[in-house]
């Protein structure tokens, strides 16, 4: 019995260690190859250490290329995004679990379909309106449609949630005068704080990769965001300066790696909170 466990056990361990090694060394190759000069990039394997650090491609793509642009533009999409997002799903959470309608649970239903909606279904329609109404070439063509797909699992997390706060924390808000919107901003949403920060992270994953909306919406140079502007990296007849591309992944990633080390001990509470009995 003992010996099957430790069998077990050791498969478990071992399935998690591959699991961390296909993570880890993706990035730890773009990291290594982003301090390889040309020539040892040309001469030696990609996944040889580098013969010296060369710090010319960090130099080459942030004074000769549009990256540190393309960095604001990324920036500026996801504040716009994730504060949106926020500023909506959180209260349309509240409304549904705890102000007491007929239709809430109906209208949960309805936002969760929207996560079975691919992206690329809406990408002709939301083309043709956006030529349509000026929208195409501004941010807010990127900004819309993220937070109209980020929504449903904003307020499926938030739900999860909310739906465990006693009621009776409302009941005490409201005897002491206090309206829905007041429970909802002084009470509840300070108390879905694991739950912002896992929404923020989540999202801000998302909209940070986000490639098929901006490469389809944006074709203003001065509008790229990271992703998009990764392209700019290849040369004449195609060639492709690696060493500066993978110094621009690198860049490109250090928001993210930053922001789940910090915050991953928050987003994990935050996934639990609605395993939370009142």
């Given at each position: 019995m003992n010996a099957g466990r430790l069998v077990t056990r050791?498969?478990?361990?071992?399935?998690?260690?591959?699991?961390?090694?296909?993570?880890?060394?993706?990035?730890?190759?773009?990291?290594?190859?982003?301090?390889?000069?040309?020539?040892?990039?040309?001469?030696?394997?990609?996944?040889?250490?580098?013969?010296?650090?060369?710090?010319?491609?960090?130099?080459?793509?942030?004074?000769?290329?549009?990256?540190?642009?393309?960095?604001?533009?990324?920036?500026?999409?996801?504040?716009?995004?994730?504060?949106?997002?926020?500023?909506?799903?959180?209260?349309?959470?509240?409304?549904?679990?705890?102000?007491?309608?007929?239709?809430?649970?109906?209208?949960?239903?309805?936002?969760?379909?929207?996560?079975?909606?691919?992206?690329?279904?809406?990408?002709?329609?939301?083309?043709?309106?956006?030529n349509t109404v000026g929208l195409r070439n501004t941010f807010w063509a990127v900004v819309i449609p993220q937070v109209g797909f980020n929504l449903p699992i904003c307020i499926y997390l938030y739900g999860g949630f909310m739906r465990y706060v006693p009621n009776s924390l409302l009941e005490a808000a409201q005897l002491d005068g206090a309206g829905p919107w007041r429970v909802f901003r002084s009470l509840i949403f300070p108390l879905a704080r694991n739950t912002t920060i896992t929404v923020i992270t989540f999202n801000f994953i998302f909209v940070w990769n986000e490639f098929v909306f901006a490469n389809t919406f944006l074709t203003n140079d001065a509008l790229k965001t990271l992703p998009v502007g990764l392209n700019d990296f290849v040369g004449t007849y195609g060639a492709r300066d690696w060493g500066a591309t993978f110094a621009a992944i690198v860049i490109s990633l250090l928001p993210t790696l930053i922001l789940y080390f910090f915050l991953n001990k928050q987003v994990i509470e935050g996934m639990a909170a609605g395993a939370v009995r009142g």
């Open positions: 050791g498969a478990i361990y071992l399935v998690v260690l591959l699991f961390v090694v296909g993570q880890i060394l993706p990035l730890a190759w773009a990291l290594l190859a982003s301090f390889k000069s040309p020539a040892d990039l040309a001469q030696n394997p990609s996944y040889a250490l580098p013969v010296e650090v060369y710090l010319g491609n960090y130099v080459r793509v942030l004074t000769d290329s549009n990256l540190p642009l393309y960095f604001l533009n990324s920036t500026i999409v996801a504040v716009l995004t994730i504060g949106i997002t926020v500023a909506l799903g959180a209260p349309a959470a509240f409304a549904i679990e705890k102000l007491s309608w007929k239709r809430g649970h109906a209208v949960m239903a309805y936002f969760l379909v929207g996560i079975m909606i691919p992206i690329f279904v809406a990408l002709l329609p939301m083309f043709q309106a956006y």
